[in-house]
């Protein structure tokens, strides 16, 4: 197996990784998550990176590498709303949730279903705007335990403060990441909506 292709690869347990850290009651916990978080990140720029560089394109690293990133999101989003990661009353934040789970496999059926028809559906502005969203929420959810029980306890400061900038900073990106994924989602819908219904030849 090409490098790339491991790069991809390692986001899965890297997931895994991350929601069992975010459940950690001790301290280091949450720093380990979002530490993992941020590497998962790497692998993703560097699976690109590597693959362009080499100019090694597979059908299973198109298909992984958005697969991966879908799973490392959405686990982390679903393992955020057990967690209370989200401060929202019950039940908005499993809803927004939802949203997001549902509109990913629908647009990836699409694009699979395209691809059967050989049109490649490729990233657009909108869609990029969503990821870039999304990673940056759950980001900032991800660093508000590490203010709130790490840092507080390595460095012996008050970090109500920061904590809150980081809850309340991770909500409005969340909902906005929420938001981006709706409106790009049915961008893609009705643009490659009628290839998708469009009888077979």
Known sequence: MNL???????????????VAMMYGEWVGAATIAFVAFVVAGV???LDGYYARR????????????????KVLMLGIMIALVDV????????????????????EFLITGVRLVAATKGVVVSAEKAGK?????????????????VSRVDLAAWSGMETAALT????YGGLV???LATLFTLTSGTKYFRKYGPLVFAADD
């Open 4 to 18: 790339p292709n491991l790069f991809t690869l390692s986001r899965i347990p890297l997931m895994f990784l991350i």
């Open 43 to 45: 692998t993703d720029f």
């Open 54 to 69: 080499q100019n090694i394109v597979t059908n299973f690293g198109i298909l992984m590498d958005a697969v991966a990133d």
């Open 84 to 103: 209370n990661g989200l401060p929202l009353p019950d039940p908005v934040p499993a809803f927004l949730v939802l949203l997001i789970l549902g509109r």
């Open 129 to 145: 705007q969503k990821t870039v969203t999304q990673i940056l929420a759950v980001g900032a959810l991800l660093l508000a335990p």
């Open 164 to 167: 809150r900038v980081f809850e």
């Open 173 to 175: 990106l969340f909902l």
